[in-house]
């Protein structure tokens, strides 16, 4: 396993369609998490999983977001009604998630959506 | 809330020189850690360095050092020897003990090594 794996790439879609993005976490990472950035900007955190279990959603995750992690491995980002203001990096990554000392995040190397 | 000022957007340094990255943070928390990012051009993020808010000894990997200054909350990096190679964008980011490990970044400094 050599890292956060994020798919696709690039995502090119028009206003109101629906996207799916894919996460695939570090093998054995118990956390899971999603960032968007937009260009010239910090990343931002959108939510994250321990496990399957979605612990935390930013109030950036609006209603038209929804994130699933049903086994507790790979991760799905969907939009829907996509606005031209979604257009951002999403990140992807994870972590060990064991508690403890600080937990390092890995991350992916996003998914472009660009919204015409 | 937490918030984290990386007040230069964009920095220049000629190869095998030393250059600092300023940031400052602010948090009503005691226990926290702090991490410099880096994300060079459509690469993915990687971890430069971390520091945990309770240990008074600052951090140092290979030629990246911090300067931690809690009270003042201000957390620089310095990078000696500059290489090509450290061209990218530097993120500092923040996290809460207690957060479940959410990270706020702060807007990120342009650096740009010259030959």
């Known amino acids: 396993d050599t890292g956060v794996s994020q798919d696709p790439r690039h995502k090119i879609t028009k206003r109101g369609q629906n996207v799916t993005f894919r996460c695939d976490p570090i093998?054995?990472?118990?956390?899971l998490y999603w960032y968007r950035q937009t260009l010239g900007q910090g990343p931002e955190f959108l939510t994250y999983?321990?496990?399957?279990?979605?612990?935390?959603k930013s109030r950036l995750l609006s209603d038209r977001f929804s994130a699933e992690r049903p086994k507790g491995s790979f991760s799905t980002l969907e939009i829907q009604r996509t606005e031209q203001g979604d257009s951002a990096m999403y990140l992807c990554?994870?972590?060990?998630?064991?508690?403890?000392?600080?937990?390092?995040?890995?991350f992916g190397a996003g998914t472009r959506l660009s919204v015409l | 809330a937490q918030t984290v000022t990386q007040s230069q957007p964009e920095m220049s340094v000629q190869e095998a020189e030393t250059v600092t990255l300023s940031c400052t943070y602010d948090?009503?928390?005691?226990?926290?850690?702090l991490f410099w990012y880096k994300q060079p051009p459509s690469r993915q993020m990687i971890l430069v360095i971390r520091?945990?808010?309770?240990?008074?000894q600052n951090a140092t990997e290979n030629r990246f050092s911090v300067n931690f200054q809690k009270a003042a909350k201000s957390f620089s990096l310095k990078i000696s020897d500059s290489q090509l190679g450290d061209t990218a964008m530097y993120f500092c980011?923040?996290?809460?003990?207690?957060?479940?490990?959410?990270?706020?970044f702060g807007e990120g400094t342009q650096l740009t090594v010259n030959p």
């Open positions: 990554a994870s972590s060990l998630g064991t508690g403890g000392s600080v937990d390092i995040q890995y």
């Open positions: 093998s054995e990472h118990n956390r």
């Open positions: 999983f321990q496990n399957e279990a979605q612990l935390e």
């Open positions: 948090t009503s928390e005691s226990n926290y850690y």
């Open positions: 520091q945990e808010a309770y240990k008074q």
């Open positions: 980011a923040f996290e809460e003990e207690t957060s479940g490990s959410r990270l706020t």
